[in-house]
């Protein structure tokens, strides 16, 4: 009798940990889709906001404008101009709005001067759970080209001279360079949950 019950309560047992495995997998493929899902609009929504950035950037070519106001989708947002990175593929963006809308839409201007502007602008943008988008500066070593394109239309290459990893409380990276003729670009995203900063720093020569 003791072995019977026994047996029945591994049969229990194991009947719970394979429907939890069941749930778990239920869970993960949800969530995939609705990341994918999620990436998929915010490509598309900030797709046709460069499409609006490039008009702009026509009519007002060296004409010292900084920012815009630009509606898309029913969104309203005061762009500053675009960014493009080729070795990740990463062509966005960036806003003036430091929001939480602004982030899940494009890239967002942190601090800093206006875009191409002698000083240290630092540019943020999100890591998505699987580890997309902004996260993929990580994968930028010394030399790599960034360009950024102001309203008027000029394009600055900035070269990636260092990388790593901080903490969530440290900020010196966005601090003014002391040489006052340097430009410089930053970008930052988090990691593991927000806990920490993956920095990339970019010099225009």
Known sequence: MKNILKRINKEKIFNVIIMLIVIALYISVALLIYTNFRERKRNELAGGIIDKV?????????????????????????????????KINM???????????????????MSGPDLNENGNVAIGGHNFMRGNYFIKINRLTNGDVVTVTDLSGR????????????????????????????????????????KERYIVKARAK
């Open 54 to 86: 490039d008009k702009i950037i026509s009519e007002n070519e060296d004409q010292g404008v900084t920012e815009a106001s630009v509606k898309y989708a029913g969104y309203n947002y005061t762009v500053l101009g675009k960014i493009r990175i080729k």
């Open 91 to 109: 062509y966005q963006p960036i806003l003036k709005e430091n929001t939480a809308g602004a982030y899940n839409t494009a890239l967002v201007k």
């Open 155 to 194: 394009s600055v290459n900035y070269y990636v001279y260092e990388f790593g990893v901080t903490s969530k409380d440290d900020a010196s990276y966005l601090a003014q360079p002391e040489d006052k003729d340097a430009k410089i670009i930053t970008l930052v995203t988090c990691t593991k949950g927000g």
